[in-house]
């Protein structure tokens, strides 16, 4: 678990297929759950776009 500096609690999984990196983030609060597809060799960035997806999905209103 993770604690983004204005998400609170955020879990993070990461599931790699072959040379892809499959990284989901869920917020513990919601539940709300975003993924994001990237290179397996670049974690961090593929990270780093699943948090930015997860802050956009929890600030849009459904």
Same mark, same amino acid.
């Given at each position: 678990?993770? %604690?983004?500096?204005?998400?609170?609690?955020? *879990? +993070? #999984?990461? +599931?790699?297929?072959?040379?892809?990196?499959?990284?989901?983030? *869920?917020? +513990?609060?919601?539940?709300?759950?975003?993924?994001?597809?990237?290179?397996?060799?670049?974690?961090?960035?593929? #990270?780093? +776009?699943? *948090?930015?997806?997860?802050?956009?999905?929890? %600030?849009?209103?459904?």
């Amino acid at each position: 678990m993770t %604690t983004g500096d204005d998400l609170g609690e955020v *879990i +993070v #999984e990461f +599931v790699r297929n072959g040379p892809y990196l499959k990284c989901s983030a *869920i917020h +513990v609060a919601t539940g709300r759950e975003v993924s994001a597809m990237g290179s397996a060799n670049e974690p961090k960035a593929v #990270e780093r +776009v699943a *948090i930015a997806k997860l802050r956009r999905a929890l %600030t849009r209103r459904d």
